[in-house]
Every structure is written in structure tokens, then in C-alpha cells.
């Protein structure tokens, strides 16, 4: 491209992806027919360009000649000559599988996250170090803590009673050890109110791995008392 935006130079793959031809290109094309709605954002990256070295990385919708858009990212390098600016050259690469990937991944993301928040019982997600990570809905009315109350803090500190640390210290041992446990124990609520509570802690494998461990509490208090 030139300093006027005018595409001097494409190999054949640049032209079969965007729908061109050469004698296209010869009768001259701007770059923001490509980029109609990012053109601006476009030059204002490559005016941050100001050596040889330096390259400016990102994504852009490109529209094709048939009109359809498709997301790109460009890789961008300023020409010199002289010590001067000559215009630039860029590699252009299709994301649209990886776009496709994100989005799936978004979708399948809010549907746990909307499927952990129905379930009744409280869960939380701990890591490897026992810091919370996720928690749904029934987690913070159950124990009273707000979400940013939660998040990073370790799980045992908050929910687990002085009297119970060395229950609480077992039973992530036997986690590991057995994938699954199921118990009756007590925890307390953030004014320090012991709550009977049927937990279930399992582990979460990755690659054969512990990622993360799932602790799943629901509260036995009434059942409890009416025994």
C-alpha cells in the first residue's frame, strides 16, 4: 500500500481471498473499500509506525468485493527509503474458524454459568491452591458473602469453623485420592452462623489432571432438626 492508501501490490492469494482480480488491481483499489468501517483505525495504526522494526498487529472486518465481511488479522510494516516512509506491506490472515471457535466457546461458557446459577444447592469452584474461582447464585445466599467477597479468597477461611480446619484439610486430601466425596459436616455463613450442610466435593480433570476442585453444598439444617 502507498501513503495514499492505494493498494500498489497483492499476491494471488490476496486477490482470490478478497474477490479481486489483477486487472482490479491495476485499475486501482483503496484500501478502504476493504475496510469501510475500520479505515480510520487503520491509518491511525499505521501512523504509530515509525521504524523498520516495528509491527502493528490487528484485527480488522475486511469486506470482500462480493460485499461480505470476514474477520481478518493483519500483521503491518512501514517501507523506508531514504530514512522516509514509502508506504507499507502487511500479511493478512483469515480468523474467521478461530472467531468461530471464540463464539462456541461464549455460547457453551454462558450456558454453564446459566446452568450452575439454577441449581438450587450452592456451589463453588476452588483451584489447586484453594482459592475460589466460580461461585453461583445459591453460594452467596447461602453463606452471605457478595461475589467480590468471594473470588481469590481461600474457601476454607471463609466457610469452615475454627473447630472443623482439620475436617475441612482431610477431606481435599481424600478428593484427591478418591475423585468424590460425600459427607454431612458443618460450615458457617460470613456472621459466623453454623450451618448443617450435605457436601459433595469432586475433582475436575483436564488432560488427566486436577485442574480444580468442585464443592457442592446444600443445606441440611431443617432436615436435621425435624429428625
Do not use: C, W
Not at 482490479?24 to 487503520?42: A, N
Not at 439454577?118 to 491452591?129: F, G, L, M, V
Amino acid at each position: 500500500v502507498d501513503i495514499t492508501g492505494r493498494i500498489i501490490y497483492s499476491n494471488s492469494q490476496g486477490l482470490n481471498f478478497f474477490g479481486y482480480s489483477k486487472e482490479d488491481l491495476e485499475s486501482g483499489i483503496h484500501i478502504s473499500r476493504l475496510f469501510p468501517d475500520s479505515f480510520g483505525k487503520m491509518i491511525e495504526n499505521l501512523k504509530g509506525l515509525k521504524s523498520p522494526e516495528q509491527i502493528s498487529s490487528n484485527e480488522y472486518n475486511a469486506r470482500k468485493k462480493d460485499g461480505n465481511y470476514v474477520p481478518i488479522l493483519t500483521h503491518s510494516f512501514a517501507l523506508f527509503h531514504q530514512g522516509r516512509i514509502t508506504g507499507y506491506r502487511g500479511v493478512v490472515t483469515d480468523i474467521s474458524k478461530h472467531k468461530e471457535y471464540e463464539d462456541q466457546i461464549s455460547r457453551e461458557k454462558a450456558f454453564l454459568e446459566h446452568l450452575i446459577d439454577s441449581i438450587p444447592e450452592a456451589i463453588a469452584i476452588i483451584d489447586r491452591q484453594g482459592d475460589i474461582t466460580s461461585l453461583n447464585k445459591e453460594f452467596t445466599n447461602l453463606f452471605g458473602y457478595t461475589v467480590e467477597e468471594v473470588i481469590g479468597k481461600k474457601i476454607d477461611e471463609l466457610i469452615v469453623p475454627e473447630e472443623m480446619i482439620n475436617e475441612a484439610i482431610s477431606i481435599d486430601s481424600i478428593t484427591t485420592e478418591r475423585n468424590k466425596v460425600i459427607k454431612q459436616t458443618i460450615r458457617k455463613d460470613k456472621s459466623g452462623r453454623r450451618i448443617q450442610v450435605s457436601l459433595i466435593a469432586t475433582n475436575i480433570i483436564i488432560n488427566n489432571e486436577i485442574a480444580a476442585y468442585l464443592g457442592i453444598y446444600r443445606d441440611i439444617s431443617l432436615e436435621r432438626k425435624s429428625q
